[in-house]
DNA sequence: CGCTTCATTGATCAATCTCAACTCGCGTGG
DNA sequence: CCACGCGAGTTGAGATTGATCAATGAAGCG
């Protein structure tokens, strides 16, 4: 599907898709279809066409790896989703879990040298740009351009903090981490709420074994510490944090 | 000091600011003076002029922190640097290793926003951009943000390669790949050489832990082990590697 | 409904940390 | 010139964290 000057069919799924690109043009690269043509409305601005492509994978599908990123940059709409690092040993380590919004990496507008693989956690509907248009059209626009450096910023200051939590931190703290920083980054979409806080929480523990450094086996003796401390709630894929005071300062603390 | 259209007076240390500048224009920006001033002459393109001013730190002097960067941007003119986390209980991450040439970060192009300091190694010679200027130079000069994506990319995959070593290798492969990918790097600088290779390398063992996310106690026995092992000869700040290849199976074994 | 993946728990093991003592080289101030 | 203190490096003993192995039950999925 090509998109010229905005013009676009409906379809029957429009509502969903203007909900989770109303979150997607807030974060990332405003370049998806339906935010080019609500910009074109406001500002009178012509909208780039931007050849784009929507997708759907399944949960533990694996969306792209290295040789797919040619010309490909992949941006996910709904549901969650890892890129990840897979040693020769077969041991992986996740790099960044992606929300709705997120750019699988910033990096790819520019170059496609990825050692990694991206899959989905749950289902997942995502895009798929292409650079050699992207690339061009962002090297026109100051505003994208800016956009982007804030997307890139982001990303850098998540990886810095990682490589602190895993050169530095014990179990707990790493665990609970990775959980407060989701907790931060769904809140900011919308999609963490009440009081006290909750949310859908689809990672399994060996999602957190694999982006925290550690074995499931331990991940899944430490969550069992924090339930019993009453710092959180976490079935049935959802997640409440009981105490977030008590969680912080597990968190932070040393 | 100010450059205005690459007119400069010369100065008694123009051989060894050409000898790293040349070194600096391969890797990073090309805003330097003398590069500048180069380009000039080859392409007959104006430079920008960007303010800059030169600075010299001795060694474990901290060249900035936090407060220091709303509007610099610092380049490793010459000497060993390393941008450094500090945790609430002293202990310390280092997320890279600068070398001559280096950038502190490419994001510090477009915000201010570091949780970490950047401290010299040995003694550091080292200039400051000004962001407010470079920037908008950057937007206007597509062949500058063609090499600032490069440099960028490279720092964000040296990034998750730390990830990885930090999150799921031993100490001896960690400590390994930090040495090789620290000879990698000086071998593109041409500041390592010979068969079998020789560089002057003056990271403390200190630097290494921290590098690594272990103790420098078992830094030091990782170490003595690797020369009981006749992998490597270091000391008195000079490394070589007797065997290259023994040490790369060290480096990515699993 | 049968199979795979996920989660829990206990026992044991291994890697790395912590603590401590000692050496060495270097720079500083008396 | 010497004494001193300090940071760096080495080494050993013992403590701790988290990994590995194994067994079991529950949950998800075709």
Redesign the interface.
């Known amino acids: 599907m090509t998109v010229q000057l905005g013009l676009i069919k409906k379809d029957p799924s429009t509502v969903a898709l203007q909900t989770t690109c109303a979150i997607c043009s807030g974060f990332e690269m405003n370049v998806c279809q339906s935010t080019l043509q609500a910009e074109w409305a406001i500002s009178g601005t012509k909208p780039i066409p931007i050849q784009q492509s929507t997708h759907i994978a399944p949960a533990r599908r694996i969306i792209c790896r290295d040789g797919d990123l040619h010309d490909a940059v992949p941006v996910i709409c709904d549901g969650w989703a890892a890129s990840i690092?897979t040693?020769?040993?077969s041991?992986?380590?996740i790099?960044s879990i992606l929300l709705p919004g997120d750019i699988v990496?910033?990096?790819l507008?520019?170059?496609s040298?990825g050692?990694?693989l991206v899959e989905a956690i749950t289902d997942v509907r995502y895009r798929i740009f292409r650079r050699s248009e992207l690339k061009p059209a962002l090297?026109k626009r100051?505003d994208l351009?800016e956009n982007l450096?804030?997307a890139?910023?982001e990303?850098?200051?998540r990886?810095?903090q990682?490589?602190?939590d895993?050169?530095?931190r014990t179990a707990d703290e790493r665990i609970a981490r990775l959980i407060l920083n989701l907790v931060e980054r769904l809140a900011k979409r919308g999609m963490a709420r009440g009081e006290p806080i909750e949310m859908d929480f689809p990672l399994r523990q060996r999602h957190i074994a694999d982006a925290?450094?550690l074995t499931s086996v331990h991940v899944s003796k430490v969550l069992s510490e924090f339930r019993r401390g009453g710092l959180i709630k976490l079935r049935e894929r959802s997640l409440t944090i009981l105490d977030l005071g008590g969680f912080r300062r597990v968190a932070?603390m040393?």
């Open positions: 690092a040693l020769s040993d041991s992986r380590q790099l990496s910033t990096a507008l520019f170059d040298r050692q990694y090297f100051p351009l450096s804030k890139w910023i990303e850098k200051s990886a810095d990682l490589i602190v895993l050169g530095r925290t450094g932070n040393r």
